[in-house]
């Protein structure tokens, strides 16, 4: 009798993404905020809320620009790592590491003026006072307001981790390469997650090879017309 019991679906949450038009008012829209770097990062590195807020200076190389995350040390608070594949090297665009370089040069200039009540915990996001930031606060004020500022639909801040997928994967990028961006165990996760993408994406080879094929074949065509001339 048990085997002739279905298992009950588990429900899929539906995740909001940027179109590319909207992750460019997004990042026009952060131009100029205390948290800018971090908002770039998140939507072009796919990094989780809890990675860049464990983020230190020390796992920063901007010269090369890859970080790395690790996730947090003993005593130093917050979870660790989803899994030990989120534990990964991260390589920056350009995009992302002009606003982190502006984002520590304001941080050195909030240190001295905070003096001897700065809390050097090496943190790259942090608050005024160099402690940690509050992941709530972020999230329901600091964030939805920034979405508010540039006239985009609520979305979680977790759904810029999506959108660091499908933006790529929109464009054509190996899932295999986004997968090993967002840390996860398996490129089957990835494909799994955002199938709606990866339709697209087939769509958009079978018309490449539709393409390709159609040239061969007027191509030998062509040759065989001149053959019988």
């Keep these: 009798m048990v085997?002739?019991?279905k298992p009950p679906r588990v429900p899929r949450y539906e995740f909001t993404t940027f179109s590319p038009e909207q992750a460019r008012q997004f990042l026009d829209a952060a131009r100029g905020d205390r948290l800018e770097a971090l908002y770039v990062l998140a939507i072009t590195t796919g990094m989780r809320l809890g990675e860049l807020l464990r983020l230190r200076w020390r796992e920063v190389d901007l010269d090369a620009r890859v970080?790395?995350?690790?996730?947090?040390?003993?005593?130093?608070?917050g979870a660790g790592p989803?899994?030990?594949?989120?534990?990964?090297p991260v390589v920056m665009t350009e995009v992302a590491a002009a606003p982190l370089r502006r984002h520590r040069a304001a941080q050195a200039a909030e240190r001295i003026r905070?003096?001897?009540?700065?809390?050097?915990?090496?943190l790259v996001f942090a608050n005024t006072v160099g402690g940690p930031l509050n992941p709530s606060n972020l999230r329901h004020r600091d964030f939805r307001r920034l979405l508010e500022r540039a006239a985009l639909p609520h979305m979680?801040?977790?759904d810029l981790r999506h959108s660091a997928a499908t933006l790529p994967l929109g464009m054509g990028v190996h899932p295999k390469i986004v997968s090993e961006m967002l840390g996860h165990t398996q490129v089957s996760i990835t494909l799994d997650v955002y199938s709606h993408v990866t339709a697209t994406m087939q769509h958009q080879a079978v018309n490449a090879l539709d393409d390709l094929l159609a040239v061969k074949m007027a191509v030998n065509q062509d040759r065989e017309t001149q053959n019988r001339s």
Excluded: I
């Design 3 to 5: 085997d002739l019991v």
């Design 114 to 122: 905070v003096g001897a009540a700065w809390q050097n915990g090496d």
């Design 67 to 77: 970080l790395s995350t690790r996730g947090a040390r003993p005593g130093e608070g």
């Design 82 to 88: 989803k899994t030990q594949r989120s534990q990964r």
């Design 156 to 158: 979680r801040f977790h």
